[in-house]
């Protein structure tokens, strides 16, 4: 992969910021790069060619770390969303379900035979796309800290399953090396929460790494990182797992601002853009459009996830919120990684997927602007802060 491309990639990439720039269409910024990457890509122009080694080597870490930001902004460390838990658990419980039900109906009815797929596509949220919209109107109350908690199960699940569903007949590896990966990752939160008790050795330690200029926490994240990935790699498991995993570290201690800065930094300003430009470069929406059974599955799967979250409603969520909670594009855009690796997806299945994440994601930017702040009928909520994704 040459230079000329790299900046071409960039380039495309800023049609992100472009789309989003205005705020009341509510677009996120990774449409805009997965729309870029279509253009330049197998589906556009062809000017790029995303089966090149270091194309997807480039492409994986920026997955990592889009993942990592993302699990670092699931506040599990807030107390009210913990309160809330048990009703965030039962409203992913119901929502479960019925996506089960829905995605095995899909399934037979387009004779894919992706039930399990197609399920845990349809049951997932976006923690990372969802809550920021939510933030921006100030909400809180008890019913919006559950929903937060019902996301955040909701995402840990879903991410877990994907791979073990993606091969199911070789789920052994992946279900040990996902144990691996969690078992590694609450030590290393039990050891950092720790070191952080000890607080004027962690300043000497920041003001240190500052004043030298050595960036030793972001270097640090890296190194945890990308040994995450190396136990997925040799587990067959997705990066995802392992970015996740490690953003929930992150969050579980409280992650130092000027490494969120320098993460975010490093993921928005590049690596993450590369990803989902590459994410985009690799889907084949031309295989859609020859095939409208595609985007009519596109169709049903949006449609199945808006109808699947609406089952929360049985816990007490109400309506316009458990449609705000269908948003999702990180599973969707995994499983869309996952299989194309895998060559699992037929011709235009992998567009298919995407077509029923922009679906879910109008729907919850619909259902977002309906919401108003509300009084809060319960203790005090702390909102989630500084999601940037």
Request: glycine share 10%; with cysteine; hydrophobic share 60%.
């Amino acid at each position: 992969m040459s230079f000329l491309l790299l900046a071409l990639v960039v380039l495309v990439g800023l049609l992100g910021p472009l789309l989003a720039a205005r705020s009341a269409w509510r677009i996120p910024v990774v449409v805009g790069e997965i729309v870029g990457g279509l253009v330049i890509g197998t589906t556009g122009f062809q000017l790029v060619d995303p089966r090149l080694d270091d194309f997807q080597l480039l492409a994986n870490i920026g997955f990592g770390l889009t993942m990592v930001v993302a699990g670092s902004h699931v506040p599990v460390s807030d107390p009210t969303v913990r309160q809330a838990l048990v009703r965030g658990l039962l409203g992913a419980v119901a929502v479960g379900a019925a996506a089960a039900l829905l995605g095995t109906a899909i399934a037979v009815g387009f004779g894919t035979g992706h039930a399990a797929l197609y399920g845990v596509v349809i049951a997932s949220s976006s923690a990372a796309l969802v809550l920021p919209m939510m933030q921006s109107l100030g909400l809180k109350g008890t019913s919006f800290t559950r929903l937060v908690a019902q996301i955040a199960v909701a995402d840990v699940v879903c991410i877990v399953l994907l791979p073990l569903v993606i091969a199911p007949d070789a789920a052994l590896w992946p279900a040990v090396g996902a144990i691996v990966i969690a078992i590694a990752a609450v030590l290393l939160a039990v050891v950092l929460r720790r070191v952080g008790r000890h607080t004027d050795r962690r300043r000497r330690f920041h003001a240190f790494s500052e004043r030298r200029r050595f960036a030793l926490e972001l270097r640090f994240s890296l190194l945890v990182l990308f040994a995450f990935a190396a136990i997925a790699q040799f587990a067959s498991l997705s990066i995802m797992l392992a970015g996740f995993a490690f953003g929930l570290v992150l969050a579980s201690v409280g992650e130092p601002r000027r490494l969120a800065r320098q993460l975010f930094g490093l993921t928005e300003g590049f690596f993450g853009p590369l990803f989902f430009v590459w994410l985009g470069a690799s889907v084949d929406l031309r295989a859609v459009v020859a095939q409208p059974s595609m985007i009519l599955l596109g169709l049903a799967l949006g449609a199945a996830a808006v109808l699947a979250h609406l089952a929360a409603r049985a816990t007490g969520l109400p309506a316009v919120q458990a449609v705000a909670a269908a948003g999702q594009l990180g599973v969707p855009v995994a499983a869309v990684t996952l299989g194309l690796q895998s060559g699992l997806l037929a011709p235009g299945e992998d567009g298919a997927l995407l077509v029923g994440a922009v679906v879910a994601l109008a729907f919850s930017a619909w259902a977002t602007g309906r919401m108003r702040p509300q009084p809060d009928s319960g203790a005090p909520t702390k909102s989630a802060q500084g999601i940037p994704h």
